[in-house]
């Protein structure tokens, strides 16, 4: 289950604070968190939020070595749900 740089950007851009990280089916997502109790991502498990993300990182823009550092963290984090 890779988590990609781009879907950590996506969790840390501006837009992206009302973002969610999602485990859907075997398959790893990113979608808005307003939308995690509709119909569609009906049981999908919440890995972490785009603003929970952002409060790990120092002050300042994200570098590249940063966003692939998150996004083996999240990675593990999942493969310790037992996904």
């Given at each position: 289950?890779?988590?990609?740089r ?7 851009d ?13 398959r ?14 009906d ?8 603003r ?5 990182l120092?002050?300042?823009p ?22």
């Amino acid at each position: 289950m890779a988590v990609t740089r781009a879907q950590v950007r996506a969790l840390l851009d501006r837009s992206g604070e009302n973002n969610s990280l999602v485990l859907l089916e075997g398959r790893v997502e990113v979608v808005p968190s307003d939308r995690l109790a509709s119909e569609p991502y009906d049981g999908a498990v919440e890995i972490v939020s785009g603003r929970d993300l952002a409060t790990t990182l120092p002050p300042g823009p994200p570098t590249e070595q940063d966003m692939d550092a998150l996004a083996l963290r999240l990675e593990t984090a999942i493969t310790h749900l037992g996904a």
